[in-house]
Each structure stands twice: as structure tokens, then as C-alpha cells.
């Protein structure tokens, strides 16, 4: 977690000399309030890092004596290739395009948009992919 807390803390130091800067040469209040706002959320995401970094073990990455092999086992579950997000998309386009046309097509796109997400989120409970 180290790589990422300082990754995150050098984006909040950057943000915090942008946001004083940008304000003195644009006296914009839009763009300077969303500068402080992405260094607040900065220091929130590396506050979070920093403290699930004090809770969990060290990973392999943060020892400095680690050898390949600690990395080694499984890294997780990656689900193989889906048609589900295609269909999903297109019906949140039908839906879309219902708001312009007419409600006829956005509840033709709502009902197989309601398929796709059922879809996609049991594909994993049937077929060659069930686990």
C-alpha cells in the first residue's frame, strides 16, 4: 500500500501548489474550487490508504527484501470475456433515446436493460462459467 498511499499524497501536494496559482492567474472560483476539492479528496483517499496500510500485512511490493516467489499463488478472479456489458450499453442507449423520441421506446429499452443487468450479473451462476 505504500506505492499507492505516495502516489496519491504527491497528487495532493500538486493539487495544493495548482489551486493558489490557478486562482491568482485566472481569478476563476469555478476551477479554483474544484482544485481544492480534488486535494481534499486526495488527502481523504490517502488517509483511507494510509490507515488500511497500518491494518493489513505488508505485501510482497512493500518489503524491500522480497523475493519473486513471495508474489507468487493466486492473484484473484478474473471473469473471462462477456457480452452482457454490449447489451447492457445498448439498452442505456434505447433508454436514452426513449427520453427523446417517446416513452414507448424507453420502456422497451428499461425491460431489456433489466435483462441485460440480470444478465450480467447471474452469467456466473449458469452455463460453462458457474462457479
Do not use: N
Not at 16 to 27: D, G, H, K, M, R
Not at 105 to 123: D, K, P, Q, S
Request: net charge negative.
Amino acid at each position: 500500500m505504500k506505492a499507492e498511499l505516495w502516489t496519491i499524497v504527491s497528487c495532493a501536494v500538486f493539487f495544493a501548489l495548482i489551486a493558489p496559482i490557478y486562482w491568482v492567474l485566472t481569478s476563476d472560483p469555478t476551477g479554483s474550487v474544484a482544485l481544492v476539492m480534488t486535494t481534499l479528496l486526495c488527502v481523504l483517499i490517502s488517509f483511507y490508504l494510509a490507515v488500511v496500510a497500518r491494518q493489513i500485512p505488508p505485501r510482497p511490493e512493500d518489503l524491500p527484501d522480497a523475493e519473486i516467489l513471495d508474489g507468487a499463488g493466486e492473484l484473484g478472479f478474473f471473469p473471462a470475456s462477456s457480452w452482457w456489458p454490449l447489451w447492457a450499453a445498448l439498452a442505456f442507449a434505447t433508454v436514452v433515446l426513449g427520453v427523446v423520441f417517446g416513452w414507448w421506446l424507453f420502456i422497451i429499452g428499461a425491460g431489456l436493460g433489466a435483462i441485460a443487468v440480470v444478465g450480467w450479473v447471474f452469467e456466473f451462476y449458469r452455463g460453462i462459467h458457474r462457479h
